[in-house]
């Protein structure tokens, strides 16, 4: 089994619908957890930190963690045909160094004008 | 320029030439790193510098060999790769190397014949 499981899509929604985009772990040791989001030819930006459970909200974005489940979530309000991208989540267990991060293989996302 | 820029943005190389790829990171951070994205798989660490000194090899075969002359630079010498090295390399950084919030570069699609 591996470390942190993410569907690869591709997810197609139209303009102005929710988004769910989603992870599981296996390491319940996991306690910062991050999305990152690329475009293509791109390289990945963060788009969201949060730290043990709970919600963080920035703007039409929620992230979502449910360490019971070990679950993560992110959420996009009113979607845009800008939010097109590949969605990668990522945690890790310590404040620590970056090899210690594990990453999903990504969700690609297409949202249909 | 800002952020982390990398050159070139695309290589094609055969199996016995030598090639070299360049990062550099305008955000005043300390540590730089390199990871390997192949298609529908996760980011994979490669190496880390952390005030230009590698705190972390992640089983890296030697045809890989990174140099960080300083803070801001950082280089991926490649020589007698394989096919299955082609990959897009991503360049990203952080203030330091105990710090999960990385900055990335666009990378460098590689294609090895």
């Known amino acids: 089994q591996k470390e942190v499981e993410q569907d690869p899509g591709p997810l197609s929604v139209p303009e102005g619908a929710i988004v769910s985009l989603n992870c599981t772990y296996s390491?319940?040791?996991?306690?910062?957890f991050m999305w990152y989001r690329q475009y293509s030819r791109k390289g990945p930006e963060l788009l969201m930190y949060?730290?043990?459970?709970g919600n963080k909200e920035d703007g039409r974005f929620t992230a979502q963690v449910d360490k019971s489940s070990k679950y993560i979530s992110l959420f996009i309000r009113d979607s845009q045909p800008s939010d097109s991208a590949t969605y990668l989540c990522a945690m890790s267990d310590q404040y620590s160094s970056a090899s210690k991060i594990i990453f999903g293989s990504g969700t690609r996302l297409s949202i249909r004008p | 320029e800002t952020g982390v820029t990398q050159t070139p943005r695309h290589l094609v190389m055969g199996m016995t030439n030598k090639k070299s790829l360049k990062c550099e990171q305008h955000?005043?951070?300390?540590?730089m790193y390199w990871y390997k994205q192949s298609a529908k798989k996760p980011l994979e660490l490669m190496f880390v510098y952390n005030f230009k000194e590698q705190t972390e090899n992640n089983s890296v075969p030697s045809r890989f060999s990174p140099e960080c002359p300083n803070s801001s630079h950082l280089f991926l010498h490649l020589h007698t790769l394989q096919p299955e090295d082609s990959a897009l390399y991503l360049c990203a950084s952080s203030p330091n190397g105990q710090n999960n919030e990385q900055f990335f570069g666009p990378g460098t699609r590689l294609t090895v014949l």
């Open positions: 949060t730290y043990s459970s």
């Open positions: 955000l005043g951070h300390n540590a």
């Open positions: 390491n319940s040791a996991f306690q910062y």
